[in-house]
T-cell receptor, first 113, second 113 residues
Framework: RKEVEQDPGPFNVPEGATVAFNCTYS??????FFWYRQDCRKEPKLLMS?????NEDGRFTAQLNRASQYISLLIRDSKLSDSATYLC????WGSGNTGKLIFGQGTTLQVKP | DVKVTQSSRYLVKRTGEKVFLECVQD?????MFWYRQDPGLGLRLIYF???????EKGDIPEGYSVSREKKERFSLILESASTNQTSMYLC????????????FGPGTRLTVT
């Protein structure tokens, strides 16, 4: 079983739609969670951290469910510029302070006019 | 403005050649990472380094070696390139702390013929 699993998509949605991505992680001891965004032929960049209490940044909302080992990302009022691959990322258990991250394979979003 | 640079955007090498990929960061980060990214497999960690001259194997170190002689520079070496090493190679750096954001370079698209 992969440590981080995501539905690869693609998710094809019209502009203005609300879309949600889910991610599950296998190690219950994982402590930190993130969403990274990767545009086509570009490098990944941090989109937002995911906190136990949930957090919101404009049109983006991230939530964590530790009991179910589940992370979600909700995008409201989708824009064409949201088209990208969204990577679910967790810190591995037992990695000390090395800063390693485990990346999911990503979910691709295509927003259509 | 944080910056991670990689020596080449595109590289074509022949089977059996020794290949050097260079990565430089200007953020005084302790950690540096080398990943490869392939369709359907996501980002896979090859090696990482948490200090000068220190290195640890990632998930797929076979066929690769690394060198970190200076804090800002991390090199990936393919001792004898093979066609299955054709891939996108991404370098990243971060602070040492658990869960620190990783900053990526633009990537090197390596083709081995």
């Amino acid at each position: 079983r992969k440590e981080v699993e995501q539905d690869p998509g693609p998710f094809n949605v019209p502009e203005g739609a609300t879309v949600a991505f889910n991610c599950t992680y296998s190690n219950s001891a994982s402590q930190s969670f993130f969403w990274y965004r990767q545009d086509c032929r570009k490098e990944p960049k941090l989109l937002m951290s995911v906190y136990s209490s949930g957090n919101e940044d404009g049109r983006f909302t991230a939530q964590l469910n530790r009991a179910s080992q589940y992370i979600s990302l909700l995008i409201r009022d989708s824009k064409l510029s949201d088209s990208a691959t969204y990577l679910c990322v967790v810190t591995p258990w037992g990695s000390g302070n090395t800063g390693k991250l485990i990346f999911g394979q990503g979910t691709t979003l295509q927003v259509k006019p | 403005d944080v910056k991670v640079t990689q020596s080449s955007r595109y590289l074509v090498k022949r089977t059996g050649e020794k290949v050097f990929l260079e990565c430089v960061q200007d953020m005084d980060h302790e950690n540096m990472f080398w990943y490869r990214q392939d369709p359907g497999l996501g980002l896979r960690l090859i090696y990482f380094s948490y200090d000068v001259k220190m290195k640890e194997k990632g998930d797929i170190p076979e066929g690769y070696s690394v060198s970190r002689e200076k804090k800002e520079r991390f090199s990936l070496i393919l001792e004898s390139a093979s066609t299955n090493q054709t891939s996108m190679y991404l370098c990243a750096s971060s602070l040492r702390d658990r869960g620190s954001e990783q900053y990526f370079g633009p990537g090197t698209r390596l083709t081995v013929t």
